[in-house]
Structures are given as C-alpha cells and as structure tokens.
C-alpha cells in the first residue's frame, strides 16, 4: 500500500498596502480620510474666521478700499464663506491626497500650492463678485491651507516635518 505523501499547503502571501509604513502608525489610507474630512471642516472654520475677521479689523487698520461697500455684517458673510469655502476645501484635499497616501504628511508649501488651486479652480467656473480682488483672495485661500495643514500636523493626522 503506498502512502499519501502529506500536501503542506502554502501561507497567502501578505498583500503590501499602499502608504503603509513600516512603524504601528496609522497608514497613508486612514491618513488620507482624516486629511480630507479635516480639510472639509477646519478649512471652511478658518475661511470664515478670516472673512469674519477681515470685517471687523479692516476699517480700522485702513483696509476700506478693500473691503465692500455697505459692509455686511460679519456673522452672515462669515457663514457665507464658510459653506462657499467647502467646495474649494475640497479641492485642496484631494490635490494633497496622493502625498498623503505615499508618504503620510505634506508639507506646508503643498497645502498652500493645493489652496491656492483650489480656490483659483472653483471661483473661475463659479465666479467672484470681486474679480480685483481675486488674487489677495487666493493668497489669503494658501494662508488657510496652510493653517489646515499646520493643524493636522499638530493633531498627529499627518506625520510631522522631518
């Protein structure tokens, strides 16, 4: 009687994840959720606080021929800038993203690069009351970018600078 010769069967090979590093840290994937939904609401918070601020320091530093005329009151035009703000925040993240997934942060000039695209992008097709204006404002959109990503950093959403 001959015997059965004894089938091992062989261990799946371990799948490498995309973004994944080689510490027990969160991988680019679950880095990259968090990057947008922060983009998604503490963009438009800090877009809002701006324009809300902008409102109430800028006549009295001088920036009237800046600003609108009749002011609006700052609650409303901040609340405006903050659900205008979420499509371009938007953008911003995604433009990101793909840094974020490969090597778990990004750096500040990316966010401001991202902010100023995305808000360039949005209020080319959407269009700004204010075209004059377009180019302090799309400054002022890199600065909040920046300000997200500085938050992110400090939160632990992204890696630190190395």
Known sequence: MPMKKKVRKKAAPKLAVVGA???DGPSGWSRA???????????????????????????????????PDPLP????AAIAAYVWAAVPSALAAIIVLPRVIKHGRFSWIEAAAAGVVGFGSVSVFTGVPARELLAGLSFVAGIVSILVQQAMEAGGIIKKAE
């Open 21 to 23: 590093e080689k510490d």
């Open 73 to 76: 009151e700052p609650g409303p």
């Open 33 to 67: 959720m968090w990057v947008f939904l922060g983009y998604m609401l503490v963009g438009p918070f800090f877009a809002g606080l701006a324009v809300a601020a902008a409102l109430i320091v800028g006549p009295l530093i001088g920036m009237q021929a800046w600003l």
